[in-house]
T-cell receptor, first 115, second 115 residues
Framework: AQKITQTQPGMFVQEKEAVTLDCTYDTSDPSYGLFWYKQPSSGEMIFLIYQGSYDQQNATEGRYSLNFQKARKSANLVISASQLGDSAMYFCAMREVISWGKLQFGAGTQVVVTP | AAGVIQSPRHLIKEKRETATLKCYPIPRHDTVYWYQQGPGQDPQFLISFYEKMQSDKGSIPDRFSAQQFSDYHSELNMSSLELGDSALYFC??????????????FGPGTRLTVL
């Protein structure tokens, strides 16, 4: 069964606007971590932000913030003030303690930032 | 800061040939992961090593094997290559500690094309 669901295959966003990428997850492990990675067309996988299951505050890293709603099992990524360089595929991933640390990825959301 | 190094970056092989992919983790990281990303797909976990011992195994074909050496670098050996093995192969490393510090950082990937 799919553990990470990203329902938005693709999105267009205008430069300087904010964009929210949806991610829901499924786990029975009480201890887990949620990650967002960015994959530009060049192919590398770039770590953006991390949220732990026990973290009380939503994670922020520069223009990236994570809207963590534990009861709803959602971990949406918010990118503020979009830039042309933000055009990429974005993957949500989960690490469960019971899974020895491997990452399980969602299908990804393709973001295109337009001028 | 030092990143994960993978070599080669590109590899072209014929069907039934063998290939060896190399990964050099970030210094002091004790865990290495291998992922396979097919065209238009999310990365799929293959295998991981913690302190030079195999710690978890995913959907890795029997034709593939991997190991981690005393200097912590890892190699993924692929034999009897098939067309379906054409993919981007990522190595990632982390410091196994749980939490934010256990973030996996990815190398640039090896793009394998099987003809």
């Amino acid at each position: 069964a799919q553990k990470i669901t990203q329902t938005q295959p693709g999105m267009f966003v205008q430069e300087k606007e904010a964009v929210t990428l949806d991610c829901t997850y499924d786990t029975s492990d009480p201890s887990y971590g949620l990650f967002w990675y960015k994959q530009p067309s060049s192919g590398e996988m770039i770590f953006l932000i991390y949220q732990g299951s026990y973290d009380q505050q939503n994670a922020t890293e520069g223009r990236y913030s994570l809207n963590f709603q534990k009861a709803r099992k959602s971990a949406n990524l918010v990118i503020s003030a979009s830039q042309l360089g933000d055009s990429a595929m974005y993957f949500c991933a989960m690490r469960e303690v019971i899974s020895w640390g491997k990452l399980q990825f969602g299908a990804g959301t393709q973001v295109v930032v337009t001028p | 800061a030092a990143g994960v190094i993978q070599s080669p970056r590109h590899l072209i092989k014929e069907k039934r040939e063998t290939a060896t992919l190399k990964c050099y983790p970030i210094p002091r990281h004790d865990t290495v992961y291998w992922y396979q990303q097919g065209p238009g797909q999310d990365p799929q976990f293959l295998i991981s090593f913690y302190e030079k011992m195999q710690s978890d195994k995913g959907s890795i074909p029997d034709r593939f094997s991997a190991q981690q050496f005393s200097d912590y670098h890892s190699e993924l050996n692929m034999s009897s290559l098939e067309l379906g093995d054409s993919a981007l192969y990522f190595c990632a490393s982390s410091l196994r500690s749980g939490g934010r510090a256990d973030t996996q950082y990815f190398g640039p990937g090896t793009r394998l094309t099987v003809l």
